[in-house]
């Protein structure tokens, strides 16, 4: 039976297959379509030349052993091979290679691209967007050749996407899918703000300065909490930027999202006051290390700046810090302070 094999192993090369991967999966799928075959033998295996162009379909058939006393179940034995290649096999075979040399290409291409994208796991990338009727719920991302996949949970709420408009994205997860390679990218995450400000920040990228932690409720608030690694170095400084600069360049990418610059300390009461900024906390009450609670102290009319609209600033201050933070008033706090200190027993 005829194939143009040398044809063949030419089209696999310009695809980067070898000669060898596109042989074995042509003589499996041509064993499979053998055995569909009406009177197929059980056992077989295909053979191809690629000098003639033909291949030859060998099967064997099993001899059934008769039972005895010392072997009551013996295994059967096989004939020798014989050419059991049908007659009318040429049309189904033809088919077969070209279902054969189409899933090969589409795993090699799918190859590359997981190869080319499996790097870009964590990176920030531009892409284009692509809005497609049949999937109203993903926006469907162009970056070159490929489409990635911007889920509903990965996006912005309230951040409108149209088609034909660039887009930058945080790749979220590269992976094999059942149709071919996955990229799912998101505008929510929060480490799409820090790739943000590498872009942005010199020293982020040598290492003077060190983003140690994000807290973000995507197209609302974020804060990052900074620290210098070298000295002489002002964190927050660098992130602004000569006249806020570098900022306002992260916060056109992120629309009308806001951002909190803070300094980062060991001291878990002056990171718990650093993160209630815009607020300034008089002082911070460690209440137990082991729960990781305190108490920050805020003047009278900074309470609700500390707490923030729908206790946002308070809520992203504790994810930022991972401390549970209870907020009291300043005022009262030296007051109850006050009444204690007069109830309190004097000396004889």
Not at 43 to 62: C, N, P, Q
Not at 222 to 244: C, D, F, M, Q, R
Not at 275 to 283: K, Y
Not at 313 to 334: D, Q, V
Request: aromatic share 4%.
């Amino acid at each position: 039976m005829e194939l143009d094999l040398t044809g063949m192993h030419k089209l696999a090369a310009e695809q980067g297959i070898e000669p060898e991967t596109l042989d074995d999966a042509l003589a499996e799928a041509l064993r499979l379509a053998y055995l569909k075959t009406p009177h197929a033998a059980k056992h077989a295996r295909v053979e191809l030349d690629e000098r003639s162009g033909s291949f030859t379909v060998w099967a064997v058939d099993e001899i059934r052993q008769e039972p005895t006393e010392d072997d009551p179940h013996p295994a059967p034995t096989f004939s020798e091979e014989y050419d059991d290649t049908p007659r009318d096999f040429g049309r189904l075979a033809a088919a077969t290679a070209r279902q054969v040399i189409s899933q090969l290409f589409r795993k090699a291409e799918d190859d590359k691209v997981f190869g080319a994208f499996s790097g870009q796991k964590g990176k920030l990338i531009t892409g284009v967007i692509q809005q497609d009727v049949s999937d109203p719920t993903n926006v469907h991302v162009a970056i070159g050749d490929v489409e990635a996949i911007l889920p509903r949970r990965e996006q912005v709420p309230g951040e409108r996407y149209r088609h034909g408009e660039r887009l930058r994205v945080y790749v979220v997860n590269v992976a094999r899918g059942l149709k071919g390679p996955e990229i799912v990218v998101s505008r929510s995450h929060p480490e799409l703000v820090r790739r943000l400000f590498e872009r942005e920040v010199p020293e982020l990228v040598s290492g003077a300065v060190s983003i140690m932690a994000i807290a973000r409720e995507a197209g609302a608030r974020t804060k990052l909490a900074v620290k210098a690694n070298t000295e002489g170095v002002n964190p927050k400084g660098a992130l602004i930027g000569p006249g806020g600069a570098r900022v306002r360049a992260v916060m056109e990418n992120l629309g009308p999202e806001k951002i909190d610059i803070v300094d980062w300390s060991e001291d878990p009461a002056k990171f718990v006051a650093a993160a209630l900024s815009p607020a300034v906390a008089t002082g911070v009450q460690v209440i137990s290390e082991k729960n990781k609670t305190a108490i920050a102290f805020i003047h009278d009319d900074q309470l609700s700046l500390a707490i923030g609209k729908e206790g946002q600033n308070a809520r992203l201050a504790a994810k930022l810090t991972g401390w549970k933070i209870g907020i009291e008033s300043a005022e009262a706090h030296a007051q109850k302070a006050a009444e204690n200190t007069e109830n309190a027993p004097s000396a004889e």
